[in-house]
């Protein structure tokens, strides 16, 4: 495609067809002007390797790999969502906000407490969220060593929550 009168004409020719063809699969009018705006994007600036032959197809598999990848993120939402309500569930009830919020700072003082080391690794994996591995990598040591200091740090750590709370089930997620 070498002129921009070609392009102006394969815009009009199909816009309003990709428009129909992602509303298809896609129920919001808005992101679908969107999804074939970006495909006739992804065109012009591809122009060179695109025949005026081969242009609807083009623009036909753009707009369908736009509109699945714009579903896969719907989906990736709602389950952030259904994550998210699942997971503050507990804070609904003060009293069980207090009580999460105690722990948070019971931990965090065992943590301090820790010989330096042990801190260090615990605070990595912990709150950092990095994986053993990482930790072991960064400070240069044997994963044996931070999954053993790990071992230890939460089972001092489960003492110390359990003591405080007298409850029979404890779980740890990331600080």
């Known amino acids: 495609m070498d002129k921009p009168s070609e392009f102006e004409h394969i815009f009009k020719a199909y816009y309003t067809q990709l428009f129909c063809f992602a509303r298809q699969m896609i129920n919001d009018e808005e992101e679908c002007h969107d999804i074939v705006s970006e495909a006739y994007e992804n065109m012009w600036r591809n122009r060179e390797n695109i025949h005026m032959e081969t242009a609807r197809a083009y623009l036909y598999a753009c707009v369908r790999n736009k509109c699945i990848n714009n579903l896969r993120r719907s989906l990736i939402r709602r389950q952030y969502i259904e994550y998210y309500i699942k997971v503050t ?6 009293e069980e906000l207090a009580e999460m919020i105690e722990k948070e ?3 965090r003082e065992v943590i301090e407490e820790m010989q330096p080391l042990v801190r260090d690794i615990v605070k990595a994996c912990l709150i950092d969220g990095k994986k053993y591995r990482e930790v072991a990598d960064d ?8 999954k053993k200091h790990m071992v230890k740090a939460m089972a001092i750590i489960k003492e110390s929550v359990l003591k405080k709370f007298k409850t029979g089930t404890f779980i740890l997620t990331q600080l």
Do not use: D, F
């Open 139 to 146: 400070m240069g040591i044997s994963l044996s060593l931070v």
């Open 89 to 94: 569930e507990p804070y609904a009830n003060n």
């Open 105 to 107: 700072r019971i931990i």
